[in-house]
């Protein structure tokens, strides 16, 4: 826990709880893509200017994108500290990642599919079937839980982390580099396989893994208000060009990749993310992204049943502020639960059972003798 980045925690945080509000936002009105994000701002009446703008600051994609470029950032900087990569190096990753992910993950689909039963959830006709929770807890499809193509995502991209984390034992920075060339022409290419998931994840999970090797004095030294004026700038972006603008995009990527950059190792502390308050929301971060659908699905039918969905679509942004703030009050006690009595022992038991330390006997020899060279050291 002492190599934990509990800034990096606290944006981590902030992008959950923008994903929960981005998803209470939308259910409101399902058009929202078509109609506000994605056309000019001159065709924009004034209501959906200001819709717009808070649908800007609750960006779920670009909080995404975050996501991915700090995992990318956070995975590629636990590698870097192994002394040598071998096959124990690739075991052992893999085996944290499962324990990181899938048990948190099996017991929300459980609950959610125990739920079902009670009342079908908003976005089903009816109960979950078994094959459908199988499927989604096995991250084969995200058919109870659409929020978990991420998961499906991140499991996606271990093969990716660990073959340019060996690219650069052997080769040096420019196996990182090489990869994220690539990576960005699967921006206009598409990517070889799974398209929808990786198009955008894959650039923005190597940028992500060039931060361990671009942090300097001079990237410590800058400021911490450095961050904000960068997520400012991306929420700026997002309001003034159409969700579809490719360059809107890179933009949004590389000034992620700066804030995360700044916050990875960072010199001067950011009051805004370091803060009992903003580590704690970091903290259960994962939580809040796996249960807040599930608490949506919960109470969407009784705000339906209050308000009226005319109502609701009329006034989705008023809708979708008090409703995500409805959402994310019960959805962050069930994470501290969730983080608590699920996520940390099994963390836990990851790191004591596929630490660095933990080299079979059988393997050490041969660990000593292979293809392993010391990685690269900021």
């Given at each position: 826990m002492s190599n934990r980045n509990?800034?990096?925690?606290?944006?981590?945080?902030?992008?959950?709880?923008?994903?929960?509000?981005?998803?209470c936002i939308h259910v409101a009105d399902p058009h929202l893509v078509p109609r506000v994000l994605n056309v000019p701002l001159s065709a924009l009446s004034a209501g959906d200017m200001a819709g717009r703008a808070l649908l800007s600051v609750?960006?779920?994609?670009?909080?995404?994108?975050?996501?991915?470029?700090?995992?990318?950032?956070?995975?590629?900087?636990?590698l870097q500290r192994e002394t040598t990569f071998s096959f124990w190096t690739a075991v052992s990753f893999t085996a944290r990642r499962i324990l990181r992910i899938y048990p948190a993950l099996i017991v929300m689909i459980v609950g959610f599919g125990l739920l079902s039963w009670?009342?079908?959830?908003?976005?089903?006709?009816?109960?979950?079937?078994?094959?459908?929770?199988?499927?989604?807890?096995?991250?084969?499809?995200?058919?109870?839980?659409?929020?978990?193509?991420?998961?499906?995502?991140?499991?996606?991209?271990?093969?990716?982390?660990?073959?340019?984390?060996?690219?650069?034992?052997?080769?040096?920075?420019?196996?990182?580099v090489l990869f994220l060339f690539w990576a960005t022409s699967c921006l206009f290419l598409g990517a070889p396989f799974a398209p929808d998931l990786m198009n955008v994840s894959l650039p923005s999970f190597a940028l992500g893994m060039l931060v361990p090797m671009t942090i300097s004095d001079?990237?410590?030294?800058?400021?911490?208000?450095v961050v904000l004026v960068a997520l400012f700038a991306m929420i700026c972006i997002r309001f003034a060009f159409p969700v579809a603008d490719i360059k809107a995009l890179i933009a949004e990527v590389a000034l992620s990749f700066l804030a995360?950059?700044?916050?990875?190792?960072?010199?001067?502390?950011?009051?805004?993310?370091?803060?009992?308050?903003?580590?704690?929301?970091?903290?259960?971060?994962?939580?809040?992204?796996?249960?807040?659908?599930?608490?949506?699905?919960?109470?969407?039918?009784?705000?339906?049943?209050?308000?009226g969905w005319d109502w609701i679509a009329t006034n989705y942004a008023v809708f979708g502020v008090f409703f995500g703030t409805v959402v994310t009050a019960i959805t962050i006690p069930l994470s501290q639960l969730s983080?608590?009595?699920?996520?940390?022992?099994?963390?836990?038991?990851?790191?004591?059972?596929?630490?660095?330390?933990?080299?079979?006997?059988?393997?050490?020899?041969r660990s000593k003798n292979s293809f392993a060279h010391t990685f690269f050291e900021p």
């Open positions: 509990l800034q990096l925690d606290s944006l981590r945080g902030v992008a959950a709880v923008c994903v929960v509000f981005h998803h609750f960006a779920g994609g670009m909080a995404v994108n975050l996501f991915f470029v700090l995992s990318g950032a956070v995975l590629m900087g636990s009670v009342y079908p959830p908003s976005h089903s006709p009816g109960p979950f079937t078994i094959r459908q929770l199988v499927g989604n807890s096995l991250l084969i499809n995200n058919d109870v839980n659409g929020a978990t193509w991420t998961l499906q995502t991140e499991m996606l991209m271990v093969p990716f982390i660990l073959l340019t984390a060996f690219g650069r034992s052997v080769f040096g920075n420019i196996a990182s001079d990237a410590r030294k800058l400021p911490g208000w995360v950059s700044i916050l990875f190792r960072g010199g001067e502390s950011n009051r805004a993310f370091d803060n009992p308050i903003m580590t704690s929301l970091g903290r259960i971060s994962f939580g809040i992204y796996l249960i807040h659908p599930v608490v949506l699905s919960a109470l969407l039918p009784l705000f339906v049943t209050t308000f983080e608590r009595y699920v996520e940390r022992p099994f963390i836990r038991f990851g790191q004591e059972a596929f630490g660095s330390n933990k080299i079979p006997a059988g393997w050490r020899r």
